[in-house]
């Protein structure tokens, strides 16, 4: 299994900046991908931005040149760098791992971006 949590949410007007950080219980190396993935309300979750193991990134559209996803496999986390933030981007924000078959998530973490 692989524990995820999330940091680093909070409330932030347009334009602002924040950085997300998901802490995996085991080395991320072993993990096939992680992702950033989003849920406004009313909405269905999406996903902002993955990794793979082998270091290929992707990110959606609509935070592209906005949005930078890193990983520090000494500590077993990627981060989500958010500039540029709109009010558009408010949901909450959740981690996932996929290993092996299976997808895990973490807890979730609110992102406010006031206009």
């Known amino acids: 299994q692989v524990q995820l949590v999330e940091s680093g949410g909070g409330l932030v007007q347009a334009g602002g900046s924040l950085r997300l950080s998901c802490a995996a219980s085991?080395?991320?190396?072993?993990?096939?991908?992680m992702g950033w993935y989003r849920q406004a309300p009313g909405k269905q979750r999406e996903l902002v931005a993955a990794i793979t193991s082998g270091g290929t990134r992707n990110y959606a559209d609509s935070v592209k040149g906005r949005f930078t996803m890193s990983r520090d496999n000494a500590k077993n986390t990627i981060d989500l760098q958010m500039n540029s933030l709109k009010p558009e981007d408010t949901a909450v924000y959740y981690c996932?791992?996929?290993?092996?078959?299976?997808?895990?998530w973490g807890q979730g973490t609110q992102v406010t971006v006031s206009s």
């Open positions: 085991r080395n991320i190396f072993s993990i096939n991908a």
């Open positions: 996932n791992a996929l290993w092996g078959s299976d997808s895990y």
